[in-house]
């Protein structure tokens, strides 16, 4: 029997919906291949006139930091504006996809008559003191001269020991900074992050002026992760990939290869929107990566989205997946986002987003000011895969945060539940630290669904009429979010792990007293064989490397570090031992 996806049991609205959607889209195909075929001068004078006739387009548009913000091509050229510096790694991936990711190793500098010298930005400088956070500068400082006291005391302890050891000659970096990743959402890429007019409203400056090691991630398909080894992106291979591929690969691999070149034990990960729901994934199904991340911050968690807010698109997530690549194809949706974002003024584009995700989600964006949109949008959209989109659906008609289902149903429009059991994804099983922000307003994010599925909590907070995309570029962020932010990093950057110097100071310890003791097992050893004498060399060793000598100051390091981690700990445990109440949370973080 021929598989005809159209046949279904649905209602004649949704017959009517779905119908619409296919004229929609066609009327914009026609539309696009109209403008298309018309010369850039005439669009241009098009442009011109229609500013002209419409000045509120551009009103206090150009005397603010918008257009080169706005025309920025890429990360590079964003950061260079904000003048921080930048370094873009490559990731590759165990089923070989390249990830572009972007790193921002410290806060703005500047050229001076004394060298290269810090100089963070007013606004987020004032921002720091009043929240009691030491600038990079000076966290940078005290790191590196404790650091070097104390490589300086165990290289004149153990100096002439070590001048052979290998390992002795391996590259060291002077300090280690604690590390942060953040992730973007749905169809957005790294640019994300970096969007806001004001400095003190981007996250990735807030934290890298605090001293914090600060990488930016790029899921595969986007704008930086456009890469595999054997497969092009214009081939449909290229695109069969789901959120199940960003928590088996991307998000663990990246996480590896951080960790790996830093030299830190753990990170932070800051998630936005898909953001978080690859790593409530990935976290879940990778027992090894829960001790890798010392605390995972929610922004805008999405798990289990309750639907949209529109009928028309609510028949479109019914619909089996035959349908939806149907409308989309089998590559990535949208494309037409980027050629209207060309096409049309950058206030004008705002407008018709604006008028998008009212239609889709019912937000009205009002938190965000209309340069912050026109800015803002222009960095919105990169590529995905039409699966992620098929799978968000999948999750939303079952409301079950689950796995793709690769078997489509027999009866289109309906579930195949009954002939399989797609995997859940077993959240509950999560160990890493949990803390959640999440709008009053946001109609993606079921906070009940939520909990129910998540382990205890370290916090979770509202911030009351705050939507979706606010998390990202609402004004406020600096008072509602950015503080309880830095607080849960102060906290829990290395939560359950011995700091980065201590670490570093222990590495050398270790690596010192085995080659020593060993050394010196070696001779003793030999002694005895020359000497003939029977002696238990096994008892020996064991009563040499008990009394191995550490001088007081060393043993008082040891007992501090030693109560500065078991305090820690006590510390984490009452913290998720005590229920957070949400409300009375919210009245003292924001005064509502």
Known sequence: MVHIPIVSRLSLSDYSSITLTFVILGIET????????????????????????????????????????????????????????????????????????HRITHGREQISAKGVVPDPPEDIVKFLKKHGVPLAAETKEAHLERSKRSRRDQEENLEADLDTHPRRKSKKNDYIKPVVLLYHGFMMCSEVWLCNLDEERNLAFVLAEAGYDVWLGNARGNKYSLKHMFLKPHENKFWEFGMDELAMFDMPDTVDYILARTGAPSLVYIGFSQGTAQAFASLSINPSLNDKISLFIALAPAT??????????????????NVIYLLFGRKTPLTAALFWQNLLHPTAYAVVIDWAVKFLFGWNCTSMSRVQKAVSYQHLYSFTSVRILVHWFQIIRTQVFQMYDDVLPRVPYLSSTRSHCPHPFPTNQITTPIAIFYGGSDTLVDVKALLSDLPELVGIWEVPNYEHLDFLWA??????????????????SFNGHISSEEAKRQSIERMSSNGLNTYRREIRKLAYELEGLDSDIEQENEVYTDSTVDTPKEEEEQSLVSDESNDSTKKQQQQRRQPVDVQDQQQQQYGH
């Open 475 to 492: 004004d406020g962020l600096e008072k509602y979010v950015y503080p309880k932010i830095l607080q849960l990093l102060e906290s829990h």
């Open 304 to 321: 289990t989205p309750p639907g949209l807010d529109n009928g028309l698109v609510n028949s479109i997530v019914k619909a089996a997946p």
């Open 30 to 101: 026609c539309c696009r291949m109209v403008a298309f075929l018309i010369p850039g001068f005439i669009l241009d004078a098009l442009k011109a006139f229609l500013e002209k006739l419409f000045p509120w387009i551009v009103t206090n548009y150009i005397s603010s930091k918008a257009p080169p913000l706005e025309s920025a091509a890429n990360v590079q050229e964003m950061l260079r504006f904000w003048n921080y510096p930048v370094q873009e790694h490559l990731v590759r991936t165990q089923d070989n996809y390249l990830l572009g990711i």
